[in-house]
């Protein structure tokens, strides 16, 4: 149905719904006849969830911010090589659960290690590969928090227990990177009903998709 691959990420501070948004869908466009696969990060591949393993485990709290950074960006590499840019070589639809914004947001801003350094261990890891189109789910880092903690059931990662203010820092660390990548970056309000954000990704990716058909 398309003419080639294309790389979608989601991306958003902790409660903003991306994977429940994201997955739909990638559902809702495999209804369609898209051939879509589905992934996540820091994971998707035996050795990049065993990284994912270390990374979010809530005993590792004494873990240095940029062995954390380092991790991401080895997860990255080993998940990209292994099945994203096989998968885009087939012409398949990627979408990934986070990607390289995360790492610039977390560790690059909120950890205060810096965008651009962060920027640059991660161009090592993924060389000239980014996303085409990233939606980023904003909402209030409170707001998320509290949804997370009226779900039960969810995973409570280490980067849940953090405090409100490091969230915050998240968040306005997405925002800057809209800033920086206007193009690539589109911002979905997922402070809204479930159904309401779902029907605006899929406006944003069929329209993006109807570009390259």
């Known amino acids: 149905m398309l003419k080639r691959g294309y790389f979608i990420s989601s991306e958003g501070p902790e409660g903003a719904g991306k994977t429940t948004v994201m997955n739909l869908l990638g559902n809702k466009l495999k209804d369609e006849g898209y051939d879509v696969l589905m992934t996540r990060e820091p994971g998707g591949i035996m050795i990049s969830e065993k990284i994912r393993n270390i990374i979010l485990d809530n005993e590792h709290t004494m873990m240095d911010s940029r062995t954390e950074a380092l991790l991401y960006a080895a997860a990255r590499r080993q998940h990209l090589v292994e099945k994203v840019q096989p ?3 087939a012409g398949k639809i990627v979408i990934c659960d986070r990607f390289i914004d995360s790492s610039l947001a977390y560790q690059g801003f909120a950890r205060g290690i810096g965008i651009e350094e962060i920027l640059a261990i991660n161009k090592f890891a993924i060389g000239e590969m980014m996303p085409n189109k990233t939606i980023l789910f904003d909402i209030e880092p409170s707001v998320g928090l509290e949804r997370i903690n009226a779900h039960n ?3 409570k990662n280490r980067l849940d227990v953090e405090s409100l203010a490091f969230h915050e820092k998240v968040r306005t660390g997405y925002l ?5 990548y206007p193009d690539r970056i589109e911002v979905i309000d997922a402070s809204r009903s479930l159904e309401t954000v779902l029907e605006e990704a899929y406006k ?4 993006e998709l109807e570009i390259i058909r």
């Open 153 to 155: 059931n969810r995973e």
């Open 87 to 89: 998968a885009i070589a």
């Open 176 to 180: 800057q990177l809209v800033e920086q």
């Open 204 to 207: 944003v990716i069929k329209r």
